[in-house]
């Protein structure tokens, strides 16, 4: 993560070079790309593997409020960036405040210890002390409940190490890797493909579809936009992330935002509101703002809330937990860059699409986010309450993997109390790992 840090930063100097030559600014963009794409992987990965079982959630999806409060920096300073004298520093400054947090990411790095299951993972009988010492060190305790998840921790991949010598990506094509697989990259592709990440990159246009063509008041609506997530995405990391399932949240926040989308589209649709097209330059008049306007701008920063409450915070702890550690840093990979992907096409495509269906841009999101839920009910298990062990075991028996309902147990952690019982029995490590796997997996 460090050295993600660095090439980052490297990148953005590349950005800050007044040579008026594009060429320079894109190889600073390609490098930039480098850093987040590693970053991207590496961080999800070391707050699943570090998290315990009952924070994981709330943990992991601090990378997305992260994310959102990015967002919203950069959309505040592209809004007060538009009262600056037209010179470099008009761009330049927007680049360079990137700095900031990718050296603090950097030097951030240094106070952290390497991931325990990494570390039991690689030359076991070298790193062990390192990896309880930083089991502990991140727990702030080396009781009975630290010494029986250290001991299933050893386990686990001890059975996974023994299962073949050596990785080989065919290991991926198996039936029950390939389905974590499919899973993970279907995820983020949905996650990029609900309309959020289309209306980050393009606030200004979208709004400029509902209210009309105003410099000012778009880029106004995009940094409240911009606040909204933060908001959401908080919320949901205090009080919503491990108190719940993961299936009734992102099917909720699907449905939920299918409403919001299709309703749009419907107000925009019977309306009289601009519809420039998403290059066209805006005007600086008075702004001014309809009541329809209103109405869909209320809309879609509610459908915006649903999302940091469910899609866009959950697929990153969801999928790095589908993974046993043997699979994990190339399944997350793998998922990782399919959401770039995913997120590239939309950020390609997405002035093309409103230029062309306007007002119907919203019904294929809303058509898009039901399809979505649909997929989480059918296919999806749950997860919550689960330690990435019994998480694995769900996947050696594929019939196994739909019985848990939206009216799960796990809706209201019953399965989590029962587990926590039984953990209050262990008293030492030797009578955790005298456990068997059946013992310690319940389905």
């Known amino acids: 993560m460090a050295v993600c840090s660095l090439i980052f930063c490297t990148g953005v100097i590349f950005e800050l070079l007044d040579t008026h030559s594009l060429s320079v600014f894109y190889v600073g963009r390609v490098i930039c790309g480098l850093g987040i794409g590693g970053s991207a992987t590496v961080i999800p990965i070391y707050l699943s593997e570090m998290s315990p079982t009952d924070k994981r959630a709330r943990l992991g ?3 997305q409020f992260a994310f959102t409060i990015g967002i919203l920096v950069s959309y505040w300073i592209d809004y007060g960036m538009q009262f600056a004298p037209a010179n ?6 927007p680049f360079a405040v990137q700095l900031i947090p ?3 990411m950097g030097l951030g790095m240094l106070t ?3 991931s325990v299951r990494w570390l039991l993972s690689h030359d076991h009988d070298k790193n062990e002390s390192k990896a309880w010492d930083s089991l502990t060190w991140i727990r702030s305790s080396n009781g009975p409940h630290v010494r029986a998840e250290y001991q299933q921790m050893k386990s686990s991949i001890e059975r996974d190490a023994h299962a073949t010598a050596d990785f080989s990506p065919r290991e ?4 029950s890797n390939s389905h974590r697989l499919a899973l993970a990259v279907c995820l983020f592709i949905a996650q990029q493909s609900m309309g959020p990440t ?16 105003n410099a000012h008041l778009t880029l106004l609506l995009t940094g409240i936009f911009g606040g909204l997530k933060v908001i959401g995405c908080l919320i949901f990391i205090v009080w919503v992330a491990d108190r719940f399932g993961r299936r009734p949240l992102l099917i909720l926040g699907a449905l939920a935002m299918s409403i919001c989308m299709i309703t749009t589209s419907v107000v925009v649709k019977s309306t009289n509101v601009p519809t420039p097209h998403p290059s066209t330059h805006n005007s600086d008049t008075t702004p001014t703002i309809t009541n329809s306007g209103l109405l869909t701008v209320s809309l879609i920063y509610l459908a915006i809330v649903f999302y940091n ?3 866009g915070p959950l697929p990153w702890p969801c999928t790095a937990e589908l993974f046993n550690t043997r699979i994990r840093e190339p399944g997350v990979a793998i998922a990782v860059a399919a959401q770039w992907l995913s997120n590239f096409v939309w950020s390609f495509s997405t002035p093309y699409v409103l230029a062309g269906a306007k007002w119907a841009t919203f019904l294929i999101f809303g058509i898009l986010d039901a399809s979505f839920a649909a997929f989480v009910w059918f296919f999806l298990p749950e997860t919550r309450g689960r330690s990435l062990e019994e998480i694995d075991a769900l996947f050696k028996d594929d019939d196994k993997l739909h019985d848990d309902s939206l009216s799960s147990a796990l809706l209201v952690g019953e399965q989590e109390i029962d587990r926590e019982y039984e953990q209050d029995d262990i008293s030492s490590p030797d009578d955790a790992g005298a456990k068997t796997s059946e013992e310690r997996v319940e389905v």
């Open 172 to 175: 991926l094509l198996s039936k």
């Open 88 to 93: 470099a520093l008009q761009w330049q400054i």
């Open 61 to 63: 999806s601090c990378y």
């Open 198 to 213: 289309a209306l980050a990159y393009f606030g200004p246009q979208f709004f400029a579809l509902l209210v009309g063509n």
């Open 102 to 104: 990718g050296a603090f």
């Open 112 to 114: 952290l210890r390497e």
């Open 309 to 311: 409450l469910s899609w």
